[in-house]
């Protein structure tokens, strides 16, 4: 019942969060094995209702999406984002940089250069602290937008990471042709580990 009460009432409790910033950004740390310790992390969104609760991301962003406000929310989080990376907790931390993750929708968006530079710029930080993450599902699409909002944003010295390979059916030459500075292995990967034909696609 709550689920389905939250999904009739969900356009309207994402654009209250927006405009009274109920939103929330977390950092999930991100351990290197070849420096020895911490050096990133990923911007997680969060939303806690008064009314509902703790509302999963798999079910508002999915229809954020739908609705176009996944824009505004990207453009929140990224903002939060440039300003944790600006403070003087980012310094003590030692970080190298913070991923932020970007959608279908936003990778589809002509203006997707424009807005993400114009945020970092506002901030005064530099591009190379920023690594957005697109899933492989995103990479598949065959769009010229996409791979041009990826090139371009590269060349602004902005890394890109693709999330969640090996979940999906893209094409493996098209993913090698798009500049990833990352690639993350779906956890099937290592939950059969113990597979040797596993091994030998590893």
């Known amino acids: ?11 309207k409790i994402i654009d209250d969060a927006l405009v009274n910033n109920k ?8 351990y290197s094995f070849k420096k020895g310790g911490f ?30 406000s996944i824009n505004k ?19 003590k931390l030692s970080l190298d940089y913070i991923e932020v993750n ?20 506002n901030h005064n930080i530099e591009p190379s602290k920023i690594n957005l993450e697109i899933t492989e599902t995103a990479a598949s699409y ?4 996409l791979v041009e909002n ?15 390979y090996g979940t999906g059916y893209s094409n493996m030459e098209r993913i090698a042709s798009l500049p990833f500075s990352i690639i993350k292995l779906d956890k099937t990967f290592t939950s059969l ?8 696609i590893l």
Do not use: H, W
């Open 102 to 121: 970007l959608s279908v929708v936003q990778c589809m968006q002509k203006n997707l250069k424009d807005v993400v530079i114009n945020i970092i710029e």
């Open 150 to 164: 990826i090139e371009e944003l590269v060349k602004s010295e902005i890394s890109f990471s693709l999330d969640d």
């Open 193 to 200: 580990k113990d597979n040797p034909k596993m091994n030998i």
């Open 39 to 68: 050096n990133s992390a990923e911007a997680l969104i969060r939303l806690n209702t008064k009314e509902f609760g703790f509302i999963s991301p798999e079910l508002f962003i999915p229809c954020a999406e739908k609705s176009g």
């Open 1 to 11: 019942k709550k689920r389905y009460d939250i999904l009739q009432n969900i356009d």
């Open 23 to 30: 939103f929330e950004v977390y950092y999930q740390p991100i």
């Open 73 to 91: 929310i990207g453009e929140y989080v990224l903002d939060k984002v440039c300003e944790f990376i600006k403070s003087d907790d980012f310094k």
């Open 142 to 145: 065959d769009s010229k937008i």
